[in-house]
């Protein structure tokens, strides 16, 4: 049982570059949701799913896309990176609503754009 | 709009005094409330939840937190810290209804000295 993990764990992109971060979990959680972290602000929703096939802006969706095709699978897109998306981001899961269930986190994919 | 506190952003305590981690969330209803914990280079892992009920609340690794309405407060606390738990602390409110999102306060760094 691995929970949730995201590929890759780091990566140097140069502006304008595009690149898709994985996250996979075998809990069957219907909930999924991306976040960024930021030095002195805490995590930030990116995007969130709520099941297999949707998806949901949160509070800093601009610049990303994402898809859930598979229910293990949140996907993130940069379609253009910009040297402010240089962030950690984390991948998190939980079985539902996410203001009462607890969220199982990925460890982190470090994003360098320069 | 609905935001969490965490005034302290570092701290610093001795190996096996007592610890305190300050939190307190706005709205006016009681929201569920979270915290993690997030070890080097690790996503978050949770401590500790509070929905209802018993306002003391136990977690893991030995910590409890107190859920204080009339402060809109729920704090954090050790008696005895462990070098092993030198690490980032969130504090996170769920917020249900039409809001339906987990805010994230922006986080106290422990550090523990010898």
């Known amino acids: 049982n691995a929970g949730v993990t995201q590929t890759p764990k780091f990566r140097v992109l140069k502006t304008g570059q595009s690149m898709t971060l994985l996250c996979a979990q075998d809990?069957?959680?219907?909930?999924m949701y991306w976040y960024r972290q930021d030095p002195g602000m805490g995590l930030r929703l990116i995007h969130y799913?709520?099941?297999?096939?949707?998806?949901a802006k949160g509070e800093v969706p601009d610049g990303y896309n994402v898809s859930r095709l598979k229910k293990q699978n949140f996907l993130l897109g940069l379609e253009s990176a910009a040297p402010s998306q240089t962030s950690v981001y984390f991948c998190?899961?939980?079985?539902?609503?996410?203001?009462?269930?607890?969220?199982?986190f990925g460890p982190g994919t470090r994003l360098l754009v320069l | 709009a609905q935001s969490v506190t965490q005034p302290d952003i570092h701290i610093t305590v001795s190996e096996g005094a007592s610890l305190e981690l300050r939190c307190n969330y706005s709205?006016?209803?009681?929201?569920?409330l979270f915290w993690y914990v997030q070890s080097p280079g690790q996503g978050l892992q949770l401590l500790l939840k509070?929905?209802?009920?018993?306002?003391l609340v136990q977690g893991i690794k030995g910590f409890e937190a107190e859920f204080k309405r009339s402060q809109s407060s729920f704090n954090l606390r050790k008696p005895s810290v462990h070098w092993s738990d030198a690490a980032e602390y969130f504090c996170?409110?769920?917020?249900?209804?039409?809001?339906?999102?987990?805010?994230f306060g922006t986080g106290t760094l422990l550090a523990v000295q010898p």
């Open positions: 809990m069957n959680h219907e909930y």
């Open positions: 998190a899961s939980s079985e539902q609503g996410f203001d009462s269930e607890t969220q199982y």
């Open positions: 709205y006016g209803a009681t929201p569920y």
């Open positions: 799913s709520v099941g297999e096939g949707t998806t």
């Open positions: 996170a409110a769920g917020y249900g209804g039409a809001t339906n999102k987990l805010i």
């Open positions: 509070y929905f209802s009920g018993d306002t």
